[in-house]
């Protein structure tokens, strides 16, 4: 019984953050190459003890914040989000969204979505995606999850992960 109690006060100490940042990337439009934004989420799982905090996400995806926003609102109570005005460098001000989650099994649930739809094209997949993600068990997503976060901690490159994304739109019937 003491084991347990310790166990869930421990799991109330962690904070859960689905951050969004926006990078520039280039791309070759026929002979030219264009910069474009791209929205990552980046995925961090914080003590919140002390003042120190991990630097580095455990995953880090492409993906759009309104569409992890909707998701976060259908799997139902446990989120908090948060905007913030931020200054870039040479645009206006853009606001931050921060999803802090309270729930293990429904952060990584917005994990696994968020790393399998950077693999999509297609918008109509992309809510089949999103109805197989709600209906996953706990397991099934600790499972994913865990294997998202292990390669992406192992290369650091969001890319790699576009592999077992495959291999669970392969499972899910969503290719």
């Known amino acids: 019984?003491?084991?347990?109690?310790a166990m869930s006060e421990e799991t109330a100490k962690i904070e859960r953050n689905v951050k969004f940042r926006a990078i520039?990337?280039?791309r070759k439009v026929g002979l030219k190459s264009e910069p474009r934004v791209v929205n990552l989420a980046e995925f961090h799982p914080f003590m919140s003890l002390g003042k120190r905090k991990q630097p580095s996400p455990e995953v880090e995806a492409r993906c759009d914040p309104s569409e992890l926003q909707i998701l976060?609102?259908?799997l139902?109570?446990?989120?908090?989000l948060t905007y913030e005005e931020r200054e870039g460098k040479k645009t206006t001000p853009q606001p931050k969204l921060t999803i802090k989650v309270h729930e293990e099994d429904?952060?990584?649930k917005l994990m696994v979505y968020a790393v399998v739809r950077q693999s999509m094209r297609n918008p109509l997949r992309a809510n089949r995606l999103k109805d197989v993600v709600k209906d996953l068990g706990a397991y099934e997503a600790h499972f994913w999850a865990s294997i998202f976060k292990e390669i992406f901690s192992r290369t650091q490159n969001r890319l790699?992960?576009?592999r077992p994304a495959r291999a669970?739109?392969?499972l899910y019937h969503l290719e």
């Not at 139902?76 to 908090?80: A, C, L, S």
Request: charged content about 50%.
């Open 1 to 5: 019984m003491r084991k347990k109690r």
């Open 24 to 26: 520039k990337v280039w």
């Open 72 to 74: 976060a609102k259908e």
């Open 76 to 80: 139902g109570e446990g989120f908090i």
């Open 106 to 108: 429904k952060y990584e």
């Open 160 to 162: 790699e992960l576009f």
């Open 168 to 170: 669970f739109k392969t």
